[in-house]
């Protein structure tokens, strides 16, 4: 019984013993780990305060550096409203331009149509002047052959009249008489079909005559 209560007891020390140990260990990962810590937060501590703490010199590169790139941004930005504008002045140019060639080949066309106008107008009259001097010559020739046809007609009445008076005194034979009478009516068939193209003519002339003068009214 005693026996008993010694291992008993034995057991509870060494039980107590062994807790006590593994409180120990288990204490001290917590005061390994809590120092860590600290040493980490005095290491980031020391890397902010090194960050803070200002160099003039650094300072003033990198401000030197951030105006140039500021300048160096505005410069584009001025350059390219300067381009832009530029060539919106340029397309305006160019539209303004157009227009104005538009207008003045416009006024050029006019111009040269006017004075062909103008020219055939002149031409016109010129030919016509000419058509109608060649109507009148025409005209005045025609005249002239009439004159003739009048003056064959009194020459082929005045044989008629010859050939009459040569029957009345037998002074041709019958054969003469005959080849007279057939040649005068030869000349009669001549002077009828002369003075028909004449009238042709005659007519053809007025007409022509008429159409100058109607041109002539409205030039």
Known sequence: MKNMKYILIVIAILVSAGSYTASAQDSSGKVDASMKDKQEQLQKQKKDDSKKVVNPDKEREKKKREDKKKQTIDAKKKASSVNKAGREESAKKMKEDAEMKKIRAAEEKEKREKAIKQKGKAYGKDKAAEAKARIDK??????????????????????????????????????????????????????????????????????????????????
Request: hydrophobic share 35%.
């Open 138 to 219: 025409k005209a005045s020739e025609l005249t002239m052959h009439q004159d003739r046809v009048d003056n064959a007609r009194k020459r082929v009445a005045a044989a008629k009249e010859r050939l009459e008076a040569a029957k009345a005194d037998n002074s041709l034979s019958a054969e003469e008489i005959k080849k007279k009478e057939e040649k005068i009516a030869r000349v009669e068939a001549n002077i009828t079909k002369l003075e028909a193209s004449i009238n042709k003519a005659k007519e053809k002339a007025a007409e022509q005559k008429q159409e100058l003068n109607s041109i002539y009214d409205k030039n």
